[in-house]
């Protein structure tokens, strides 16, 4: 299992980044799938969860109406659309997947918000 995030980097406080987490080894259409983050010296936390067959969206109340999970099964890639950004949303973000009881990450893609 391999996930690979992508799309971060240095935006002003206003803009727009579009993250992507590209998989191997897992369908990620049968699997729920996560978006974390984490600031600077602070623990990790999740932002985004989105349920096999998309029938579920979650966000934590800090993202809620700036960011869009969303997924291409044919392509077998997560992405987060993050829009009106705010200098706290710097972190760096990490795809999740759990299977059965162990958990697989990314490598975590910096996103870097400037006031």
């Known amino acids: 299992v391999q996930l690979v995030e992508s799309g971060g980097g240095l935006v002003q406080a206003g803009g727009s980044l579009r993250l992507s987490c590209a998989t191997s080894g897992i369908i990620i259409s049968i699997n729920t799938m996560h978006w974390y983050r984490q600031p600077p010296g602070k623990q990790r936390e999740l932002v985004a969860t989105?349920?096999?067959?998309?029938?579920?969206?979650n966000y934590a109340d800090s993202v809620k109406g700036r960011f869009t999970i969303s997924r291409d099964d044919a392509k077998n890639t997560m992405y987060l659309q993050m829009n009106s950004l705010k200098p706290e949303d710097t972190a760096v973000y990490y795809c999740?997947?759990?299977?059965?009881?162990?958990?697989?990450w990314g490598q975590g893609t910096q996103v870097t918000v400037s006031s």
């Open positions: 989105i349920t096999s067959g998309g029938g579920s969206i």
């Open positions: 999740k997947v759990r299977l059965g009881w162990l958990n697989y």
